[in-house]
Nanobody
């Protein structure tokens, strides 16, 4: 499966943005999906993950109650709705896929397919 992230851009603090991750090559219906982010000079960190059906989700504490991950298997797309954005949310956001995962993984090493990143810049 190939992943293509989009939707990044410049947004003001307190604003909202929705990222999309479109998959091609295979259906994502058997994949756990996740978003990670990497700020300048920092490591890539977990943001949110969702199981194959969309029933189970997990979030990093820093984004809980502000970000929502969802998926539309019919459209082969995963979304990240980001609300109440803060300058510290500025990063390159990556989507990732894990084939038939156990549970809802939150570690980088659990995901073996990655898309290119999309940059989100939050101005203060």
């Amino acid at each position: 499966v190939q992943l293509q992230a989009s939707g990044g851009g410049l947004v003001q603090s307190g604003g909202s943005r929705r990222l999309s991750c479109s998959a091609s090559g295979r259906t994502i219906s058997r994949y756990g999906m996740a978003w990670f982010r990497q700020a300048p000079g920092k490591e890539r960190d977990f943001v949110a993950a969702i199981n194959w059906s969309g029933v189970s989700t997990r979030y990093a504490d820093s984004v809980k109650d502000r970000f929502t991950i969802s998926r539309d298997n019919a459209k082969n797309t995963v979304y990240l709705q980001m609300n109440s954005l803060k300058p510290e949310d500025t990063a390159v956001y990556y989507c990732a896929a894990d084939y038939l995962p156990m549970g809802v993984p939150t570690t980088l090493r659990a995901y073996d397919t990655w898309g290119q990143g999309t940059l989100v810049t939050v101005s203060s």
